[in-house]
């Protein structure tokens, strides 16, 4: 089945300053790649997701990379806020799979 | 709308009792999953359903564990009987889509304890 693995799995950077998550995976079938944020005592919800058909997508502050080839994929957060600070989660699915989750990121941002 | 509805939102229960965890989905959404958080083991699939029927449950850890789906409104997750290994975020979550993989809304999770 699909392994997904993540890095790092702590994060500290200065606010403003720009994060970067990444996460490879093992089946190069996966097609779906969405990024999840957990904030403390809340379930994880989506913040942005991409497609196989897709290289890169943005949404005002934060984006995504997929290198297909590379079979890995990337957020990237920009101009980092104090609520920015987070657990971060990446996932892929293959085909009609359902998602597996990368261990996740936690995203400490220093005001 | 409300979102995905989950309850209780803590439990705290003995080992060998009996733990019925409840959700309810995001109206119109086919397909609802059951998730377990832990630090050692984090975020597992352990069964979803697409309208109302069981895809996959192997996820489920053992005979233990159940799951219903009667209606597109409610979905409850059965422990019986618990052991303090099950303690963990237990999140439901609903998606429009039929595919198991696609963007899914978690619930804000049931923190169980067995004592």
């Known amino acids: 089945g699909e392994n997904v693995e993540q890095h790092p799995s702590t994060l500290s950077v200065q606010e403003g300053d720009s994060a970067v998550i990444k996460c490879t995976y093992s089946d190069s079938a996966s097609n779906y790649f969405p990024w999840y944020k957990q904030e403390l005592g809340k379930g994880p919800q989506l913040i942005i997701d991409?497609?196989?058909?897709?290289g890169e997508k943005k949404d005002q502050r934060i984006a995504v990379t997929l290198n297909k080839t590379a079979k890995h994929f990337s957020l990237h957060i920009t101009e980092t806020q104090p609520e920015d600070s987070a657990v971060y989660f990446c996932?892929?699915?293959?085909?009609?799979?359902?998602?597996?989750f990368g261990s996740g990121t936690r995203l400490q941002v220093q005001p | 709308d409300a979102g995905v509805i989950q309850s209780p939102r803590h439990e705290v229960t003995e080992m060998g009792q009996e733990v019925t965890l409840r959700c309810k989905p995001i109206s119109g959404h086919n397909s609802l999953f059951w998730y377990r958080q832990t630090m050692m083991r984090g975020l597992e699939l352990l069964i979803y359903f697409n309208n109302n029927v069981p895809i996959d449950d192997s996820g489920m850890p053992e005979d233990r564990f159940s799951a219903k789906m009667p209606n597109a409104s409610f979905s409850t997750l059965k422990i019986q009987p618990s052991e303090p290994r099950d303690s963990a975020v237990y999140f439901c979550?609903?998606?429009?889509?039929?595919?198991?993989?696609?963007?899914?809304?978690f619930g804000p999770g049931t923190r169980l304890t067995v004592t």
């Open positions: 991409i497609r196989s058909n897709v």
């Open positions: 979550a609903s998606s429009p889509s039929r595919l198991a993989g696609d963007e899914q809304y």
């Open positions: 996932a892929a699915r293959a085909g009609r799979r359902a998602l597996t």
